[in-house]
Each structure stands twice: as C-alpha cells, then as structure tokens.
C-alpha cells in the first residue's frame, strides 16, 4: 500500500497536479484563483476521507483496485488538460 500511496503522489507531482497553481495563476483573476485554488484543496479532501472507506469495502487484499480507479480519473484529468487548457508560454 505504501508503494501504491508513493506512485500515486509522484504521477500527481510530475503531471498535472502541481502546474495548475502556476497555470491559474497566470490566466486568472486573483478570485478566481482563490476559487479554483480551494476546489483543489477540497477535491484531495475528499481523496484523503474516501480513500479509508474503499479500503474497507473492497478489503485491504485488494487496495490496489482503488488506486487504479483514482489514476484513470487521473489520466480522464490529463486528457482534459490536453484538449482544453490554452498555451500561455510567450503570452503576457
């Protein structure tokens, strides 16, 4: 489990996770990224209380089945940031 937990934060750190601050800082307002900011922080909430839950109801044999579940919605994330973010580089 602790392997699974280590793989799930550094796919997190090296994709998407981290350059949304810097992405919404650049293209938002500063409400609108205090908005976005705390859906973000609200959304790992809910990883972090659900996460305990699905170990129970799936037993902890088979945990590995949760975390395959929150990396597709990872890579669900990864192709709406391909298809839907805009290019900011050379952009004032």
Do not use: Q, R
Not at 28 to 48: E, N, Q
Request: glycine share 10%; proline share 2%.
């Amino acid at each position: 489990m602790v392997v699974l937990v280590l793989g799930f934060i550094g796919v997190f750190e090296i994709t998407t996770g981290p350059v949304l601050f810097v992405y919404n800082a650049e293209i938002m307002s500063d409400k609108g990224f205090s908005v976005a900011s705390g859906i973000l922080w609200f959304l790992m909430w809910v990883i972090a209380v659900t996460t305990p839950f699905f170990v129970d109801a799936v037993g902890s044999d088979k945990v590995g089945i949760i975390f395959i579940s929150y990396g597709a919605v990872t890579v669900l994330g990864t192709l709406f940031v391909f298809a839907f973010m805009k290019e900011t580089k050379g952009k004032t």
